[in-house]
């Protein structure tokens, strides 16, 4: 494992905020030019089903697959403290349901699909999944979420299989902190994979990190100084209310507040041109390989650009992140359903989808699944 020696030795006791302008960013302030929006690129010739267009006229090119519940830590902000029931396994979707539905959404028009859980490494078939998914013709990228605990020695055989992009799930670098949040140990682990994906030429490495005040607020620095001299892409991401974690918004570092400790840190901080499907905002640090991306969803959403669609592991559909509306695709797929009826069981859903979701006070009372039910 290659090193990293913490400097952190104390945690700031957490305070609330003094009001709600609190959370949002001065727009007078200057981090290089204002950055514009590319135009959708629609070149390739790819056709887009009307499946997949939503009434705002949202494409949906993106998929979410969780491949399994199960996960071999318990981080605090994904689950309750008692842990979850978990669905049966015969109401999981199978690898061979997995495919058909995944060719009916690539086939429709989705380009990318990425691969969550739970922790989606700890499904035994994963290789064969992804060499399956990354011969559908169309799919141009397949990604996976993972907390790297056991992705060091299984991300050869993963990238043999297709996997062309990474997102690692890192919420802070001192140890016992770590093992305080996951309620594991294994830091070393992670540490171990993020290096491993770089050696095997991932570029960039995304690294997610969710702060949180009085935990990790105090090594949002430390986190950016790793992109220095690695192709690493730290994303500071917002604490996000979900069933079971205990979400106050207290807890929340807003994005303004990030964005103004790293500034201050780092004067050379620049804002890049984002897509307009970007769920991130993010920056170039002049010298740095890598990269800085917040991610905010709870105080300046990005609903106006969303292109997401969630099959999670039960073989639920969901249309937004933060919706507790979601329909069945493995009910009628095991009834006997033809891919034209799905077709119409998912446009009927993503016609559903509503502009943006309730805002941050409104989402923490709905009614929602815990994250490791959702998928990462």
Same mark, same amino acid.
């Given at each position: 494992?290659?090193?990293?020696?913490?400097?952190?030795?104390?945690?700031?006791?957490?305070?609330?905020?003094?009001?709600?302008?609190?959370?949002?960013?001065?727009?007078?302030?200057?981090?290089?030019?204002?950055?514009?929006?590319?135009?959708?690129?629609?070149?390739?010739?790819?056709?887009?089903?009307?499946?997949?267009?939503?009434?705002?006229?949202?494409?949906?090119?993106?998929?979410?697959?969780?491949?399994?519940?199960?996960?071999?830590?318990?981080?605090?902000?994904?689950?309750?403290?008692?842990?979850?029931?978990?669905?049966?396994?015969?109401?999981?979707?199978?690898?061979?349901?997995?495919?058909?539905?995944?060719?009916?959404?690539?086939?429709?028009?989705?380009?990318?699909?990425?691969?969550?859980?739970?922790?989606?490494?700890?499904?035994?078939?994963?290789?064969?999944?992804?060499?399956?998914?990354?011969?559908?013709?169309?799919?141009?990228?397949?990604?996976?979420?993972?907390?790297?605990?056991?992705?060091?020695?299984?991300?050869?055989? /993963?990238?043999?299989?297709?996997?062309?992009? /990474?997102?690692?799930?890192?919420?802070?670098?001192?140890?016992?902190?770590?093992?305080?949040?996951?309620?594991?140990?294994?830091?070393?682990?992670?540490?171990?994979?993020?290096?491993?994906?770089?050696?095997?030429?991932?570029?960039?490495?995304?690294?997610?990190?969710?702060?949180?005040?009085?935990?990790?607020?105090?090594?949002?620095?430390?986190?950016?100084?790793?992109?220095?001299?690695?192709?690493?892409?730290?994303?500071?991401?917002?604490?996000?209310?979900?069933?079971?974690?205990?979400?106050?918004?207290?807890?929340?570092?807003?994005?303004?507040?990030?964005?103004?400790?790293?500034?201050?840190?780092?004067?050379?901080?620049?804002?890049?041109?984002?897509?307009?499907?970007?769920?991130?905002?993010?920056?170039?640090?002049?010298?740095?390989?890598?990269?800085?991306?917040?991610?905010?969803?709870?105080?300046?959403?990005?609903?106006?650009?969303?292109?997401?669609?969630?099959?999670?592991?039960?073989?639920?559909?969901?249309?937004?992140?933060?919706?507790?509306?979601?329909?069945?695709?493995?009910?009628? /797929?095991?009834?006997?359903?033809?891919?034209?009826?799905?077709?119409?069981?998912?446009?009927?859903?993503?016609?559903?989808?509503?502009?943006?979701?309730?805002?941050?006070?409104?989402?923490?009372?709905?009614?929602?699944?815990?994250?490791?039910?959702?998928?990462?």
């Amino acid at each position: 494992m290659k090193r990293y020696i913490s400097r952190i030795t104390n945690w700031p006791t957490p305070f609330p905020f003094r009001n709600l302008n609190f959370f949002m960013v001065d727009k007078e302030r200057n981090f290089g030019s204002k950055p514009t929006k590319e135009p959708i690129n629609n070149e390739d010739g790819n056709q887009i089903s009307d499946m997949l267009i939503d009434g705002f006229g949202r494409k949906h090119t993106y998929l979410r697959i969780s491949l399994t519940e199960r996960c071999n830590l318990r981080c605090q902000y994904c689950m309750p403290a008692e842990g979850v029931d978990l669905t049966p396994s015969p109401k999981l979707l199978t690898h061979n349901e997995i495919l058909r539905l995944a060719n009916l959404f690539v086939t429709s028009g989705v380009d990318k699909i990425r691969l969550t859980g739970g922790e989606p490494t700890v499904r035994k078939d994963i290789h064969d999944i992804c060499s399956n998914l990354s011969s559908l013709k169309g799919l141009k990228t397949l990604a996976v979420t993972t907390n790297g605990i056991t992705l060091a020695k299984k991300l050869p055989m /993963l990238k043999q299989c297709g996997i062309t992009n /990474l997102n690692i799930s890192l919420d802070t670098l001192v140890p016992s902190k770590f093992e305080f949040m996951t309620r594991r140990k294994g830091h070393h682990k992670v540490i171990e994979s993020i290096n491993a994906a770089i050696d095997l030429g991932y570029n960039p490495v995304k690294v997610n990190c969710v702060v949180m005040r009085g935990f990790n607020d105090d090594e949002i620095c430390d986190f950016v100084n790793l992109t220095v001299d690695k192709p690493i892409n730290v994303r500071f991401i917002e604490f996000m209310p979900f069933d079971g974690n205990v979400w106050n918004v207290k807890k929340l570092i807003p994005y303004s507040e990030m964005l103004d400790t790293v500034a201050k840190k780092f004067p050379t901080l620049k804002r890049l041109c984002d897509h307009p499907t970007e769920t991130a905002k993010n920056f170039q640090i002049d010298g740095h390989v890598g990269t800085v991306s917040f991610v905010t969803s709870m105080t300046e959403h990005f609903c106006a650009g969303c292109n997401r669609l969630r099959l999670l592991a039960d073989g639920n559909l969901k249309v937004c992140l933060f919706g507790p509306s979601e329909v069945s695709l493995r009910d009628p /797929l095991r009834s006997g359903a033809g891919d034209e009826e799905l077709r119409e069981i998912i446009g009927a859903a993503v016609k559903r989808k509503k502009a943006s979701h309730a805002g941050m006070f409104d989402i923490a009372k709905t009614a929602n699944r815990p994250m490791i039910h959702i998928g990462g």
